[in-house]
């Protein structure tokens, strides 16, 4: 059938000039793809309207709830946590069943479910920068460069169509949906001071170690698939581009997960004086004027107001 006897049977298309129907035959045989401007994807948009009625409903549950007297400030920051937990678990969760993907075994619905992992975690991130009232540099740095390399990776991969490349980006997001246990630390030490430092201990050994293998995988399984790859030589230059990308995008993540381990482990040895404090403090006989005392918790909500931002 040609364009014309096609177009035909568009409704009202006969009221179309020939140069008219030229234009909507375009619309036709578009095919969109991640770096089409025009495109207009329903999922990012329910997803981040996902987002605002959780952060929401967050905010609420913990301001009545939960503790009424933190700060907007701190509730937001609560807040962030609480999505993190969930949203980066599903995506670790959906990283995990892709598992065939990472061992050279291609599948169709691995490929599409990596496609969700990097929408659920650019835009989670996209977010939190937008949300949260204040962010340390390193941590901005760790959100622009995932969000920097998921695009840049999906890319690279719709243009060259190589399952290699899709596996070491997929290892890769390994540095942004394994810090569950960071960030339940966190929450529980605004909320649950008890428990915080030793979650959060726990999470500065799980979270680098993790981190520290999935880097180690990520090179390996590149080292080895420049072996093996033959691109097509028009992919050349993005393969090569890939290759330079990736693996110094690897270094800046795990960078940023130093100085996130560093900064949760004072959060968490704080947290633990703390307690040692309080557990002494019947046997202590308190001096000083209410000055010196207003002036002391000061100085504690300052140190944690900016050691939370870092995290």
């Known amino acids: 059938m040609s364009p014309s006897a096609a177009l035909s049977k568009i409704p009202h298309s006969t009221d179309l000039t020939s140069k008219q129907l030229s234009e909507v035959q375009k619309w036709r045989e578009e095919i969109p793809n991640g770096t089409t401007w025009s495109l207009f994807t329903t999922n990012h948009v329910i997803y981040f309207l996902a987002l605002y009625l959780m952060s929401k409903t967050c905010e609420r549950i913990i301001r009545r709830y939960i503790n009424p007297n933190l700060s907007l400030y701190h509730v937001k920051n609560c807040t962030t946590y609480v999505l993190e937990i969930i949203w980066t678990t599903i995506a670790l969760g959906l990283q995990l069943s892709c598992y065939r993907l990472m061992t050279r075994d291609f599948n169709y619905r691995d490929y599409q479910v990596a496609q969700i992992i990097g929408v659920i975690l650019i835009d989670l991130y996209i977010f939190e920068l937008l949300y949260r009232p204040v962010m340390r540099i390193p941590l901005v740095m760790h959100h622009f460069t995932t969000i920097f390399l998921v695009i840049y990776g ?108 560093y900064v949760v482990w004072k959060i968490a040895s704080r947290s633990r004086r703390d307690q040692r404090e309080l557990i002494r403090a019947p046997e202590i006989k308190l001096e000083g004027s209410f000055e010196s005392d207003s002036t002391k918790n000061q100085s504690i909500s300052n140190f944690e107001m900016e050691q939370t931002n870092m995290v």
């Open 154 to 261: 999906s890319f690279i991969v719709t243009n060259c169509e190589n399952i290699d490349l899709y596996a070491q980006a997929l290892i890769l997001l390994f540095q942004a949906s394994t810090e569950q246990s960071t960030f339940i630390g966190l929450l529980f030490y605004r909320v649950l001071r008890s428990w915080s430092s030793w979650v959060l201990f726990f999470s500065v050994f799980q979270v680098f170690a993790v981190k520290f293998g999935a880097l180690i995988w990520c090179y390996v399984y590149w080292g080895k698939s420049r072996t093996y790859v033959l691109p097509n030589k028009d992919h050349e230059p993005l393969i090569t581009g890939f290759n330079v990308v990736y693996p110094a995008g690897g270094l800046v993540l795990f960078g940023t997960q130093i100085w996130s381990t």
